[in-house]
């Protein structure tokens, strides 16, 4: 257990519709990082929020944002779904941000765009 | 950006064989990281290893930070070694940690 917690685990919505995929970080750590995982793209770096402060942005569509709150915890919302957007989405925790700084995954919510 | 390589792409091992895995990458980086991930999906931390050699059991890692390339090694592998393995890499001097990962190396493990 890597201690980053995220729910749900599964998610079955249709075209079109709005998700809100949620991410709880290691007690401690500041930094949470989103990525996608799709067959086509591979593992691809998002989003990254530090102390409740984007910090990162990668190839994060239009129709993705996100969000860290004061506890840390961190909502990934994708809105206007595609079949395209199907794909395994982690979030990851790291106690900072820079240099010499271990990340650590939550179990990934599985995404399924019908 | 810093481009992340692995080989090989796919292996098949009997169980008890040892293989090593290798990543390359194309620029200087902060942060290097191994990762296993299993049939269910997780991503399993293995070892961070921007540079040096570290073992923690069957598992050991080396990164030649100034050659550009890390070895993953397993020996006596196991069916539950079963699964892909990417190398991740962050870019050397950046002000985030965030990731670059190569395409893994899918390896299968036969009884």
């Known amino acids: 257990d890597s201690g980053v917690t995220q729910t749900p685990k599964h998610l079955i919505t249709a075209t079109g519709q709005r998700v809100t995929l949620r991410c709880s970080p290691r007690s401690g750590d500041l930094s949470v990082y989103w990525y996608q995982q799709s067959l086509d793209q591979g593992l691809q770096f998002l989003i990254q929020?530090?102390?409740?402060?984007?910090?990162a942005k990668g190839n994060i569509l239009e129709r993705f944002s996100a969000q860290q709150f004061p506890d840390l915890h961190s909502e990934l919302n994708l809105s206007s779904l595609e079949l395209g957007d199907s794909a395994l989405y982690f979030c990851?925790?790291?106690?900072?941000?820079?240099?010499?700084?271990?990340?650590?995954f939550g179990q990934g919510t599985r995404l399924t765009v019908v | 950006g810093i481009q992340v390589e692995q080989s090989p792409p796919d292996l098949i091992l009997q169980e008890g064989a040892n293989s090593t895995l290798r990543c390359n990458f194309s620029?200087?980086?902060?942060?290097l990281q191994w990762f296993h991930q299993n049939p269910w999906g997780q991503l399993i931390n293995l070892f961070y290893?921007?540079?040096g050699t570290k073992q923690n059991g069957r598992l050991s890692a080396t990164t030649v930070a100034t050659e550009r390339y890390s070895l993953l090694y397993i020996s006596s592998s196991q069916t539950t070694d079963s699964g892909v393995y990417f190398c991740a890499v962050a870019s050397y001097g950046g002000a985030t940690n965030k990731l670059i990962f190569g395409t893994g190396t899918l390896l299968a493990v036969q009884p």
């Open positions: 990851a925790s790291s106690p900072k941000t820079g240099m010499n700084t271990e990340a650590f």
């Open positions: 929020y530090y102390n409740g402060e984007e910090r």
């Open positions: 620029d200087s980086v902060n942060n």
């Open positions: 290893i921007p540079s």
